[in-house]
């Protein structure tokens, strides 16, 4: 996790959603010269988390709007 938080940062979109932008690399040099593996495993933690945030928020969504019908038939 270490190399996420030093390579990634969380930023928010103007309609408000997560999302995490590479901002770094973890070694000198350009991306080609970057350790592959490294490199995989940090885009695949960034987006199984960007993933899991969008499934969130959808389901806060539909939570919402669910109380919302019920309040108005109730």
């Known amino acids: ?19 995490w932008r590479r901002v770094a690399l973890p070694a000198a040099g350009g991306v080609a010269e970057q350790d592959a593996w490294l490199m995989n ?3 695949y933690v960034a987006t199984l988390h960007q993933e899991l945030v969008t499934d969130i928020e959808k389901r806060r969504k539909r939570e919402a709007l669910k109380r919302q019908r019920e309040k108005r038939q109730g």
């Open 41 to 43: 495993g940090l885009d």
């Open 1 to 19: 996790m270490r190399w996420f938080v030093h390579c990634y940062d969380l930023e928010f979109t103007p309609q408000g959603a997560a999302v």
